[in-house]
């Protein structure tokens, strides 16, 4: 069960043409709860619709979170226009997108908004003196946000790649080699994901970290076949209709995993299969999790699975 805290947009600011940053502070206390770098909240705006966003500021400061948000749909423009002093609801943060504890190095590729997560996760390992790099790519200056922020925080360890100055980020050159205690993150979106993985391919499962800003659109997880599946635990069948998404049946026979995003990017609602062929649609399982894994948010099967519920 999520725990819905009431949150108030103390401040707001375009930092690009197409992103605000807003500033949440807890409605009632005077601190919001502790979170590693690199989480997120899922927002519920007051129309009900529901937003992942990653929280995009320093986890030591205890009294306000930012997060940035691209204007691209419904909910991100509801945000855009939402007036300073709007009551929001957020859940406590979830992790699943951070730093691994004990790298000796850190090698980061953000696209455009891609660079918020990195936002919260640099700030502890740049005052542990870790070893860090960030490579921001974006199609132009003007169009990705906080840069002025990021440099000040990495100074050379940032290493812009923006389209408008014909610098161009070559992943397959940047990853050939993987060191032991190297880890590489990513976060942008799923063409940028696509080209980090195939740089990786060869890097330890472990040592890569990848996480889209954008999830699927509702209308991607709850559309396609019908299917079935079967709870190996139980031995319940549960049926999966051509408009509903896997998450929603598994709710509705109370044995749902926790969710967070419902889009595909976040990997909470993820379950283990046992045996049939499951159609992926997420934006988060690396290639060897596919293989016993799936979200249940977004993804499909075909014909009957077996989840180890
Ligand atoms: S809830 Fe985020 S991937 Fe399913």
Same mark, same amino acid.
């Given at each position: 069960m999520r725990v819905l805290m009431p949150v108030t947009v103390a401040d707001a600011r375009m930092a690009t043409p197409r992103v605000r940053v807003l500033t949440l502070r807890h409605a009632r206390r005077?601190?919001? &709860?502790?979170?590693?770098?690199?989480?997120?909240?899922? /927002?519920? /705006? &007051?129309?009900?619709?529901?937003?992942?966003?990653?929280? !995009?500021?320093? +986890?030591? @400061?205890? %009294?306000?979170?930012?997060?940035?948000?691209?204007? %691209?749909?419904?909910?991100s423009s509801i945000l855009?226009?939402?007036?300073?002093?709007?009551?929001?609801?957020a859940t406590h943060p979830q992790a699943g997108f951070g730093a691994a504890a004990g790298a000796a190095r850190h090698v980061m590729v953000a696209g455009g908004i891609g660079l918020t997560p990195f936002l919260s996760m640099l700030p502890p390992?740049?005052?542990?003196?870790?070893?860090?790099?960030?490579?921001?790519?974006? @199609?132009?200056?003007?169009?990705? +946000?906080?840069? !002025?922020?990021?440099?000040v925080l990495l100074g050379e360890r940032l290493v812009t790649w923006f389209g408008d100055a014909r610098r161009r980020?070559?992943?397959? !050159?940047?990853?050939?080699?993987? %060191? &032991?205690?190297?880890?590489a993150y990513c976060c942008g979106p799923q063409r940028?994901?696509?080209?980090f993985r195939a740089a990786t391919a060869h890097w330890p499962d472990e040592a890569i970290h990848t996480?889209?800003?954008?999830?699927?659109?509702? %209308?991607? !997880?709850?559309?396609?076949?019908?299917?079935?599946v079967r709870l190996a635990r139980s031995g319940v069948t549960l049926d999966v209709p051509a408009n509903?998404? /896997?998450?929603?049946?598994?709710?509705?026979?109370?044995v749902a995993p926790e969710a967070s995003c419902e889009g595909g990017a976040c990997g909470t609602c993820t379950v283990p299969v046992l045996a049939g062929r499951v159609v992926h649609r997420d934006l988060c399982l690396s290639? +060897?999790?596919r293989a016993r894994m799936m979200t249940t948010c977004v993804s499909r099967g075909e014909g009957e699975l077996i989840l180890d519920l």
């Open positions: 005077d601190r919001l &709860p502790p979170f590693q770098g690199g989480a997120h909240t899922l /927002l519920t /705006l &007051p129309d009900g619709t529901k937003r992942a966003y990653s929280i !995009a500021s320093d +986890p030591a @400061r205890e %009294e306000a979170w930012d997060i940035a948000v691209l204007r %691209e749909g419904h909910g855009h226009e939402l007036p300073v002093g709007s009551r929001l609801y390992l740049i005052r542990a003196g870790a070893d860090a790099t960030l490579h921001l790519c974006a @199609r132009e200056e003007g169009s990705a +946000p906080l840069v !002025a922020e990021t440099r980020l070559d992943l397959a !050159a940047l990853l050939a080699g993987h %060191e &032991p205690g190297t880890h940028m994901l696509e080209a996480e889209t800003f954008l999830g699927l659109a509702p %209308e991607r !997880a709850t559309s396609g076949e019908a299917f079935s509903r998404s /896997l998450l929603d049946v598994l709710r509705e026979a109370g290639g +060897p999790k």
